[in-house]
C-alpha cells in the first residue's frame, strides 16, 4: 500500500468514517486487494474496519451489495488459494470472512439481499469451512489469523436470519462440532468461546427439539482415543473448552437445564478415558 492511500485511510479512521456515498465503490475497489495484508496494521487495524463501514453504512444500493457478496465468496477472496500454496494466503481468506459477517447482518437489519443470494452464500461458506485448513489463532509477526473465530461470527449471523429452517442450523451445528472436535491442534485463542456464541444464536431459534440437541451434544462423547497422550489430551480439551463455555452460558436458564445436565454427563465420560 503506498503512503498516500494509508494516509487518506487514516484520516477516514481520524474523521470517524465519515465517507462521501458516491466515494465508497471506488473506495472499496481500492482497498479490497489490501484485505488480508500481512501487515496487521494494514488489514486489521485500518482496511478492516474501513470495509466495514463502507458495507455496514448504507453506502450501497442492494445490486451493488449483492455484487460484493458474490466476489467476496469467490476464488479471488473466500477460496482464495484454499490448498495454501503461498504463505499466509489465510489472511485473505480469513478476514473476507469479516465483511461478509457484516454483510449477512445488513441482510437482517435491512433485508435488502434476495434469499437466493443468501442461500448462495451459504453454501458457499459451508464448503470453505470444510476446506479451511489453516487453523492458528495468532502468529506474533502477523498477527490475528483466526479462520475458525472469524467463521464463528458468520456462523452467529447466519443462525439467526429468520427464514433459515432447522435443517440449515442442524448442519451448522455439526460442521462446527467436527471442526473443534480435532486432535491435532489447540485451540488456545478464544475459538471456544466466539464459537459457542454461534451455537447459542442457534439453540435461541428454537427450531430444534430438545432430542435434536441432545443427538447434537452425543457427538462429543468420546467412546475411541488415541493411546498417544498428547493427541489425546488434544481432543479431550479441545472439547472441554467447548463445552464448559456452552454449559455455563446456558447455566441459569431453565429452558436450558437438559443441556447443562447432558454437558455434565458428557464431560465424567470423557474424562474418564
Not at 462429543?220 to 489430551?233: A, G, M, N, Q
Not at 436450558?256 to 464431560?267: A, G, P, Q, V
Request: charged share 25%; hydrophobic share 40%.
Amino acid at each position: 500500500m503506498d503512503e498516500y492511500l494509508f494516509q487518506s485511510l487514516k484520516d477516514i479512521k481520524k474523521n470517524k468514517y465519515q465517507i462521501d456515498s458516491s466515494q465508497a465503490e471506488s473506495l472499496i475497489d481500492e482497498i479490497l486487494p489490501f484485505i488480508g495484508d500481512q501487515d496487521p496494521i494494514i488489514r486489521d487495524q485500518t482496511v478492516y474496519g474501513i470495509l466495514a463501514h463502507l458495507f455496514h453504512d448504507k453506502h450501497l444500493s442492494k445490486e451493488r451489495l449483492t455484487h460484493y457478496l458474490h466476489l467476496l465468496i469467490s476464488d479471488q477472496f473466500l477460496f482464495f488459494d484454499i490448498k495454501n500454496h503461498l504463505p499466509y494466503s489465510v489472511l485473505k481468506r480469513s478476514f473476507t470472512i469479516l465483511q461478509l459477517v457484516i454483510i449477512v447482518y445488513v441482510h437482517r437489519r435491512d433485508n435488502i439481499i434476495s434469499h437466493d443470494d443468501i442461500q448462495v452464500l451459504y453454501e458457499a461458506f459451508i464448503k470453505y469451512f470444510q476446506e479451511e485448513k489453516i487453523l492458528i489463532g495468532y502468529e506474533q509477526s502477523i498477527g490475528w489469523m483466526h479462520s475458525v473465530a472469524h467463521s464463528a461470527d458468520l456462523f452467529a449471523q447466519l443462525m439467526q436470519i429468520p427464514w433459515f429452517d432447522s435443517e440449515k442450523i442442524r448442519v451448522m451445528l455439526h460442521l462446527i462440532a467436527k471442526k473443534m472436535m480435532i486432535d491435532d491442534y489447540l485451540y488456545i485463542s478464544n475459538e471456544d468461546e466466539r464459537m459457542v456464541v454461534a451455537i447459542k444464536k442457534g439453540l435461541d431459534q428454537k427450531k430444534l427439539s430438545q432430542e435434536q440437541i441432545l443427538s447434537w451434544l452425543d457427538l462429543f462423547l468420546l467412546e475411541e482415543v488415541s493411546e498417544d497422550y498428547l493427541t489425546k489430551s488434544t481432543l479431550v480439551n479441545n472439547i472441554k473448552h467447548l463445552l464448559s463455555a456452552l454449559y455455563f452460558d446456558c447455566l441459569g436458564n431453565e429452558s436450558y437445564t437438559f443441556i447443562t445436565e447432558k454437558i455434565s454427563k458428557i464431560l465424567l465420560h470423557n474424562k474418564a478415558k
